[in-house]
């Protein structure tokens, strides 16, 4: 079956980087095109990033744009999440999620039918 298990959140002070990983199992990385999201408390969960499956097109939220970078390794089926310039409002717990085939609305959670446990990203000093 699918599995998503990311890894790597943590406390980070503002300005300071992390990288997500989200090791996949049960399907084939490259059908699926797959994502992180976030949610911070009493918020929705939002789109940060994904990665679509046919073409390896990358799409990001406005709010992260110049500052994460998300990247796949199909041989060890693992998505990646490099975020540089940390700001507090980046904090929330991350998502990853996978969808077979692509969408019209890539950072769209609705889309996704797969999804990880989570791992929690804080930004403070």
């Known amino acids: 079956q699918v599995q998503l298990v990311e890894s790597g959140g943590g406390l980070v002070q503002p300005g300071g980087s992390l990288r997500l990983s989200c090791a996949a199992s049960?399907?084939?990385?490259?059908?699926?095109?797959i994502g992180w999201f976030r949610q911070a408390p009493g918020q929705e969960r939002e789109g940060v990033s994904c990665?679509?499956?046919?073409?390896?097109?990358?799409y990001y939220a406005d709010s992260v744009k110049g500052r994460f970078t998300i990247s796949r390794d199909n041989a060890k089926k693992t998505l990646y999440l490099q975020m540089n310039s940390l700001k507090p409002e980046d904090t929330a717990v991350y998502y990853c999620?996978?969808?077979?085939?692509?969408?019209?609305?890539?950072?769209?959670?609705?889309?996704?039918?797969?999804w990880g446990q989570g791992t929690q990203v804080t930004v403070s000093s």
């Open positions: 999620a996978a969808r077979l085939g692509n969408t019209f609305y890539p950072l769209r959670r609705q889309e996704y039918g797969y």
């Open positions: 049960g399907f084939t990385l490259g059908y699926y095109t």
């Open positions: 990665i679509t499956s046919s073409d390896g097109r990358t």
